[in-house]
């Protein structure tokens, strides 16, 4: 019963922008990350948001260009794109952790998510 639902992939253009979307329900979660993974590469850590004190987080790459949101309402967590380029393009996963709380070293450790979505295709052309 616990599903993560990723959207708003795409086909962009250098230098345009997304809106990715992840909706979770059934359960409360403490922190939800976007995770990215590129064909024949490791997955790496983009983004995350703390629920319980709105703190967030962000790989050196998204540093300036990415945000990571929050619908309350919904539960769910946005992340905003800009100035996107070709070494952004890969499968974007949502990850929630359900444990009460998450220490800050380990929110960018894939083993720290108890869930996962299905991903999301982000295609940057050139």
């Known amino acids: 019963q616990v599903r993560l639902v990723e959207s708003g992939g795409g086909l962009v253009q250098a230098g345009g922008s997304l809106r990715l979307s992840c909706a979770a329900s059934?359960?409360?979660?403490?922190?939800m990350a976007w995770f990215r993974q590129a064909p024949g590469k490791a997955r790496e850590f983009v983004a995350a948001?703390?629920?319980?004190?709105?703190?967030?987080y962000y790989a050196d790459s998204a540093k300036g260009r990415f945000t990571i949101l929050r619908e309350n309402a919904r539960n769910t967590v946005y992340l905003q794109m800009n100035s996107l380029n070709t070494e952004d393009t890969a499968v974007y996963y949502c990850?929630?952790?359900?444990?009460?709380?998450?220490?800050?070293?380990?929110?960018?450790?894939?083993?720290?998510?108890?869930?996962w979505g299905q991903g999301t295709q982000v295609t940057v052309s050139s």
């Open positions: 948001y703390n629920w319980r004190n709105g703190a967030t």
């Open positions: 990850a929630a952790s359900g444990v009460s709380y998450v220490m800050i070293n380990n929110i960018k450790v894939e083993s720290t998510y108890n869930y």
């Open positions: 059934g359960r409360t979660f403490s922190i």
